[in-house]
């Protein structure tokens, strides 16, 4: 019975504890770092990223164990680096992990989530670097368009929410879809696509979230399967009527009798605002939620 709590023995489980904790640190730091390679899925490079640090925590732990407590004293002095100005916790490298395997399961019943989880570690980052809301040009377009549409009877009626949506009817309605490059995921910069109006569904998502921040309404980006969106708050739940009361008096042609599709979250009050639905709270491209990435306002 003394033998399992010799300081040899117990030092030997320290050391292979530490070596199997820090493999999914390690991989999700490689993946944030080493951006995939072409157009490879960030689900695969995730899984070669999990490969990789698996081989460097076997390696190091033979050569030398102290190594191995070093690496751990460095990967978790960088999650806390990240933590700081990267916006990344544990919190949120679990979601990663959990969004990850739900993407990556077999099931034929796709799973649908119905609260916000932060999307794939690496593209949430490259998602919220490509975000531009405080960006001048991004500040000036969006306020031009969202007083273009619907005069200031229709906002002293139904408040800021009028000028989300003249936004939206300006974007939609100029917007023309065009592919990425050959073989490439291409995220355009708003500063870009607001000149062009083009591009496809993740520059158009992108371009919408920086128009909407920067008029101060609060937006978020939903990804499911193969498309990406953006989602506006447009109040709380006790406001659903007088929000489908404002979208049918604002885009009547469009909405004709079709219904307002939402999201609620936590009491918050979400609608689409993607391209592919005529109007705000539209009919969704596909319902079943992915990943949900937020942005702190």
């Given at each position: 019975m003394t033998r399992l709590f010799q300081p040899s023995l117990l030092k030997q489980f320290v050391i292979r504890f530490i070596q199997i904790i820090i493999v999914f640190p390690m991989a999700v730091l490689l993946s944030f770092y080493v951006p995939p390679y072409g157009s490879m899925d960030y689900e695969l490079h995730f899984m070669l990223c999990l490969v990789v640090a698996t081989v460097v925590s076997?390696?190091?732990?033979?050569?030398?164990?102290?190594?191995?407590?070093?690496?751990?004293?460095?990967?978790?002095g960088t999650l806390v680096y990240n933590s700081t100005f990267y916006d990344t916790n544990l919190e949120g490298i679990y979601s990663d992990y959990n969004a990850m395997l739900v993407n990556m399961t077999s099931n034929p019943h796709k799973v649908s989530y119905f609260k916000p989880v932060?999307?794939?570690?690496?593209?949430?980052?490259?998602?919220?670097?490509?975000v531009q809301s405080t960006h001048p040009k991004v500040r000036a377009f969006a306020v031009e368009n969202s007083t273009r549409y619907f005069n200031d009877e229709y906002y002293r009626r139904f408040g800021k929410i009028t000028r989300y949506f003249s936004l939206f009817k300006h974007v939609r309605m100029n917007w023309r879809y065009v592919n990425d490059p050959l073989g490439m995921d291409y995220y355009s910069p708003p500063t870009e696509s607001l000149r062009l109006l083009a591009g496809d569904c993740d520059?158009?998502?992108?371009?919408?979230?920086?128009?909407?921040?920067s008029i101060g309404g609060e937006a978020r980006v939903v990804i499911t399967t193969g498309h990406m969106y953006t989602e506006v708050k447009v109040g709380t739940i006790d406001d659903l009527e007088k929000v489908s009361l404002a979208i049918r008096t604002l885009f009547p042609d469009e909405v004709s009798g079709g219904k307002i599709h939402f999201h609620e979250t936590?009491?918050?009050?979400?609608?689409?605002?993607d391209y592919t639905a005529?109007?705000?709270?539209?009919?969704?491209?596909?319902p079943e939620?992915?990943?949900?990435?937020?942005?702190?306002n």
């Open positions: 076997l390696i190091i732990t033979k050569v030398s164990p102290k190594l191995t407590v070093l690496l751990f004293v460095v990967i978790l932060r999307g794939t570690y690496f593209q949430e980052h490259r998602v919220k670097s490509a520059d158009y998502s992108i371009l919408m979230a920086s128009s909407i921040m936590g009491g918050e009050l979400w609608i689409n605002f005529g109007y705000p709270g539209g009919p969704f491209l596909d939620l992915y990943s949900v990435i937020t942005f702190n």
